[in-house]
């Protein structure tokens, strides 16, 4: 089965410090999502990408956090400086981008589990 | 600006027993998706439902999409350990079709064996 694939699985960083996560959508999907999930927020849509171009990133604080698709096979959630409040579960999904091509829905990424101290 | 809401927001039953999740958005969705997340996992996609008054079934799953595609169900007949985790809906933020999927708080069942 094709897969999302996000890197890294875990990251324990200190405040202040750079964040890079990684995320390769499936092969042929055009549409790429972040969301973050915590307990207390649920799962939050960060940013939306469609053919690489973002559409929607209403829910990303943009003092520090980025999105970017530089290629079709690689999208990144970058956050600077860190902070211990930005502490979550961060997943990518991808999928097709209309209502005729989902009903394959969206495949989520295993997420990356960010802490910070 | 929009919101799905989900109740119960968490559900214990004793295995064999239903059990049935209710979504509400406060605006007329497009279509709605709906996804299942195990304890320590990703969300995993179910199903999705377009047309009003829509019913689909997946074995013991039923899903339904009210006539006024503002809210939806999911019921699950004669539960099993096999579907403990949390039940989101989701629908799109626009009615252009585009599906930034915006998600319902969830619903978390335990089954008790």
């Known amino acids: 089965d094709a897969r999302v694939t996000q890197t890294p699985r875990h990251k324990v960083t200190e405040m202040g410090q750079e964040v890079t996560m990684r995320c390769q959508p499936i092969?042929?999907?055009?549409?790429v999502f972040w969301y973050r999930q915590t307990m207390m927020q649920g799962l939050e849509l960060l940013a939306y990408?469609?053919?690489?171009?973002?559409?929607?990133d209403s829910g990303m604080p943009k003092d520090r956090f980025s999105a970017e698709m530089p290629d079709a096979t690689l999208a990144t959630l970058k956050i600077q400086p860190s902070e211990p409040r930005d502490s979550a579960v961060y997943f990518c999904?991808?999928?097709?981008?209309?209502?005729?091509?989902?009903?394959?829905?969206?495949?989520f990424g295993s997420g990356t589990r960010l802490t910070v101290v | 600006g929009q919101q799905v809401m989900q109740i119960p927001q968490y559900q214990h039953v004793q295995e064999g027993e239903d059990f049935t999740t209710y979504c509400n958005s406060s605006?007329?969705?497009?279509?709605i998706q709906w996804y299942k997340q195990r304890p320590g996992g990703h969300p995993v996609f179910l199903i999705q439902?377009?047309?009003?008054?829509e019913v689909k079934k997946q074995k013991r799953l039923t899903f339904q999409f009210g006539e006024a595609k503002k809210n939806s169900s999911l019921h699950i007949t004669a539960t099993q350990t096999t579907d403990v985790g949390t039940y989101f809906c989701?629908?799109?933020?626009?009615?252009?079709?585009?599906?930034?999927?915006?998600f319902g708080t969830g619903t978390r069942l335990t089954v008790i064996p």
């Open positions: 989701a629908g799109p933020r626009s009615t252009t079709g585009a599906n930034n999927l915006f």
């Open positions: 605006t007329t969705l497009s279509n």
């Open positions: 999904a991808s999928g097709l981008d209309t209502l005729r091509d989902n009903q394959g829905g969206y495949t």
């Open positions: 092969l042929g999907h055009n549409t």
């Open positions: 990408f469609r053919n690489r171009a973002p559409l929607d």
């Open positions: 439902l377009v047309k009003s008054g």
